[in-house]
């Protein structure tokens, strides 16, 4: 692949695969990033750890609370939050533990072909600011709109009550705020149950 650049003073054209220079890749076409080599000699050195492709953390500090879905929230360029039942449990309502994570990526990210890690459930939608929470280091979505993703993704009844139930018992959200969570309890008894 050549790269157009203007004429040397000598008034010919040369190309960037014409002339490899120190530190290119063995195909001579585009430079090594120094960021690769950094951390391949830090990461021999036990620095640092590689947690997955693009993302390494430093050794010597210990592990945080929710190192995993720190690690899939960059893996999203710092975009999606976390969600569906990954987000119940950060929140800390009902017995859901869920096996996989679930991240809500914004609906312009559905175009792109995205290797996803395993263990990543994507779901695609626009979160505003206000239906977005923090929980330690992590974006999640807000205990509303979280019972309102559970109760679309056909999430059990029981699990779904009981979250429902908990929050309102704990103030996090209002009756009104359930109308969702209602509607897709009300062939199981509501939420009363």
Known sequence: MAYNTPPNPSGSRSTMSQRPRKGSSRHGRQPLPAIRTLCWFTTKA????????????LVHFPAG???????????????????HQSALSLHGLSDSLPAQIH????????????????????????VSAKER????????????????????????????????RQALTRGLVTKADLKEVEKALKPYGGIKG
């Open 65 to 83: 609370e929710h190192e995993e879905l720190v690690a899939a929230w960059l893996w999203t360029e710092s975009t999606a939050v976390i969600s």
């Open 103 to 126: 991240l809500t990526l914004p609906k312009t990210w559905r175009q792109r072909r995205l290797r996803v890690p395993k263990g990543l459930v994507l779901h695609f939608a626009d």
């Open 46 to 57: 036990g620095r640092i750890t590689r947690i997955r492709r693009g993302i390494y953390r």
């Open 133 to 164: 929470a923090w929980t330690g280091s992590v974006p999640t979505t807000s205990v509303r709109r979280t019972l309102d993703d559970c109760a679309h993704s056909g999430l059990t009844p029981d699990l779904l009550r009981q979250a429902a």
